[in-house]
């Protein structure tokens, strides 16, 4: 798989889609089902040979490259999602020192891999799988990713599964975008860099 800046920006993009969606399900109770299938789908596509395949291809995390040209350009307008990206990135690092959590994650997703083949990955059942293992295994590090929002679907057994499915799929991007050579300094250093790869995927 390649390394550069067009590859850390698409990692960074499906963090923030998948986030996006999660701050969407917490206030509202709805999510998205494009952005929600892109997200859950890279998830399984863990030897993807590319950084684009894992998305399926870049035209499925438009709106994270969206809302990730907007942040440097602007600053986060939600804040929100800015602390809550921040919180994925700080899990990862958490996440790829403990090994045994690693390889518990690893072995859930190869026994939910048939049933995503073949009910798709939005499945309800999926998603119940996704959610348990993101209970069993990333809950447990601390401090916790915490998700603000209504309380009303927050209560919710279905909204709080799609909710953990998906930091599921934002903590895998976060590990991509790492595995790609990214770091914090990029923020700091390769802002106009990662504009550029923004725009010429956007157009």
Same mark, same amino acid.
Do not use: P
């Given at each position: 798989? &390649?390394?550069?800046?067009?590859? /850390?920006?698409? *990692?960074l993009a499906g963090l923030l889609q998948a986030l996006a969606q999660v701050r969407r399900i917490a @206030?509202?109770?709805? &999510?998205? &089902?494009r952005p929600l299938q892109a997200a859950l789908d890279s998830v399984f596509r863990i030897d993807a040979a590319t950084t684009e395949a894992v998305y399926g291809d870049a035209g499925s995390? /438009? &709106? =994270? %490259? /969206?809302? %990730?040209?907007?942040?440097l350009a602007n600053g986060s307008k939600d804040e929100s999602l =800015? !602390? +809550? #990206?921040?919180?994925v990135l700080q899990l990862e690092r958490r996440f790829v020192r403990s090994s045994g959590i690693v390889d518990k994650v690893q072995a859930g997703l190869r026994d939910l891999q048939a049933s995503a083949s073949?009910?798709?990955?939005?499945?309800?059942?999926?998603?119940?799988?996704? *959610? !348990?293992?993101?209970? @069993?295994?990333?809950?447990?590090?601390r401090p916790r990713v915490m998700v603000q929002g209504n309380p009303h679907y927050l209560g919710q #057994?279905?909204?709080v599964a799609e909710i /953990? #499915?998906?930091? +599921? #799929? *934002?903590?895998?991007?976060a590990v991509l975008w790492r595995q790609m050579g990214g770091s914090l300094w990029d923020f700091v250093f390769a802002r106009r860099s990662m504009a550029a790869a923004?725009? *010429?995927?956007l157009g």
């Open positions: 798989m &390649s390394n550069t800046i067009d590859d /850390r920006v698409l *990692a @206030d509202t109770g709805q &999510s998205e &089902s995390v /438009r &709106s =994270g %490259l /969206r809302l %990730l040209r907007d942040y =800015g !602390k +809550l #990206a921040l919180a073949t009910l798709g990955s939005t499945h309800q059942d999926v998603t119940e799988g996704l *959610a !348990k293992l993101y209970a @069993d295994t990333l809950s447990t590090l #057994a279905g909204v /953990r #499915a998906l930091l +599921l #799929a *934002a903590l895998r991007s923004i725009d *010429a995927r």
